[in-house]
Every structure is written in structure tokens, then in C-alpha cells.
């Protein structure tokens, strides 16, 4: 059965559809009409008719979501949203019925550990826990091949607890967009990081103008990225303590960083609460992809979707 997965993001909505083998058959980006939620629906609607005729699946594929939120246990809406035009709605119901057909809906950075844990840099891995280091700081844990949401669908949501082990002047760190300060999104983003490095320089670049300057030498920014290189260490120290993951995968663009795994796996030893530390943190395998395919596969090999209740 064919499989087709949709991130839905802030700017843009990617779609793919894959074969059983994760072979890709079609795939397809349209922008995202921000802020209007029935417009949002009727674009998944024609990009998922798109695809399917592109891929030939006859209209038969199985239909997976990700989306920048979560469904909320407690009501079935949709909550933590920065596309804040989906909070409140039943979202996973209307679009299925706009489908005809059952869909499956995620966290967007769940669906970026289920493509990793499945044929990508965690493949073979019993846990994996999957970071996206980007405009935000989201986290999803893969266990034996099922990705887990948690009873309040905010399993790995590791960027809304406070930056552990904080100096004097990392308190009480940023004002975070949840209403609280010091989240260790605020630090370790890509946004965090240009924060970071206009606080202490008064310079004003972006994650990956600071990286190209530490590359060619610039104390400053050199410096920027060692500070950012020890929060995220003890971001991660903490997750490591927790759950001891097979595997740590870095999606998102600070995941094109070599300097990440360069220095990670020392600085993590600093921190964790162990002897030895072999935990090792690698590159998203399908880049910027990974959400995207994640989605799909929220899908396994062997489960067939079938019309929604009513679907002709």
C-alpha cells in the first residue's frame, strides 16, 4: 500500500507519497495560506489529489499528518500550535471527512523521529530521540519502532523545560513565546543562538551567518557556538539521563553543523550520569525531508486504512 505523508508547516505544506520499501513516488510543496484554517484544509485536500494522481496510487494511500502542535488527549483539538490558526479546531476529524477516508496526525517533530527510527540515521535503533533545531527546539522519542505521544500528547517537548545547570547570567534566561523564561528553546534554537550571540555582541545574524563566521576564524562567533554547544550538552544530558536512548538524531537547519558531533559526544560526558557514555548523535539521514517521510510512515508496513465511517 502506498503511503502519503503531509507536514503541514508554518510557510509551506510539502507532500510525498512512498511505496512499502520507502521508496519515493511523488512528491509536491505549495505555500501554506497562513492564518485560515478552512483554506489549509482544501490545500491538503488538492495537494493529497495531486500526489496521488502524480503517483498513481488510484486514490488508495494511506493518509499521514504532521503539524506544528499536538492533539490534545483531554478535548481531540488541537493545542501547542505556533500556526495558532489550527488551536481549537478538530483538525484529524475535518480533514478526514474532507478525505473520505481515516487520517493519522502527528507532531511535526514526532514524525521526524518516526522517519529517522524507521530507514534513516536510527534505523535498527530499539530508542531513538529525534531534535529539531531550528526557528523552534522540538524533540520526539521513538521505542521499538512505535512512536510515543504520552498521555498528554507532549512526549519529547524537551524544549519547553528550563535550560538545565544554569549560571547566575543564564537566569532567568529569555522570555519564551509559552509565557515562561528560560525554556531551553530560547537558547539552543537557531533563533536562541542569534539571540545569544546579539546579546553578548550587539550583532544582529542569523544562525548560519554565525556559524560561516566561526568557520573562517572569528573569535566571536566561535565563542557564540562553544556556549551553544554546552546548553544543548546538558539539554541533552538530561534526555540521556532519562530515557538512555540508543541514538540521538539532530534535524532541523543547526543540524547541518559539523561541529555538533564534533564536540557533542565529549561535552555530554560532563553531565551524564554514568561512567562511560556511547550515545551516538548523528545527522538527520533524509535532511529536511524527514518530517515530511515521518508522516507517511505514521502508516506502518501492514496497516491498511479504510473509509471513514459515511466515506463513499
Known sequence: MARLGIDL??????????DDQGRELARRRVATPRGDYDATLATIVQLVATLEHQAGTGGG?????????????????????????????????????????????????????VSEATDGAGAGAAVVFAIV?????????????RG??????????????????????????????????GCLETWVSGTGLAADHARVTGQTLDAATIAAGAAAGDPAARATLARHHRRLARGLAVVVNLLDPDVIVVGGGLSRLDSLYRELPGLLGEWCFSDTLTTPIRPARHGDSSGVRGAAWLWP????????????
Open 133 to 145: 533545531l531550528g526557528t523552534g527546539c522540538g524533540g520526539g522519542i521513538v521505542a521499538h519502532h
Open 9 to 18: 508547516g508554518g510557510t509551506k505544506t510539502e507532500g510525498i507519497v512512498l
Open 301 to 312: 508496513p501492514g496497516e491498511t486504512a479504510t473509509p471513514a465511517p459515511g466515506a463513499s
Open 148 to 181: 510515543l505521544t504520552g498521555a498528554n500528547a507532549i512526549a519529547g517537548e524537551w524544549g519547553h523545560s528550563p535550560l538545565p545547570w544554569p549560571a547566575d547570567d543564564e537566569r532567568p534566561g529569555p522570555p519564551c513565546y509559552c509565557g515562561r523564561r
Open 61 to 113: 494511500a494511506s493518509i499521514g499528518v504532521g503539524i506544528p502542535g499536538a492533539l490534545s488527549p483531554a478535548t481531540g483539538l488541537v493545542k501547542n500550535a505556533n500556526s495558532t490558526w489550527l488551536i481549537g479546531r478538530p483538525f484529524d476529524r475535518d480533514l478526514a471527512a474532507a478525505l473520505g477516508r481515516p487520517v493519522r496526525v502527528a507532531n511535526d517533530a514526532n514524525c521526524l523521529a
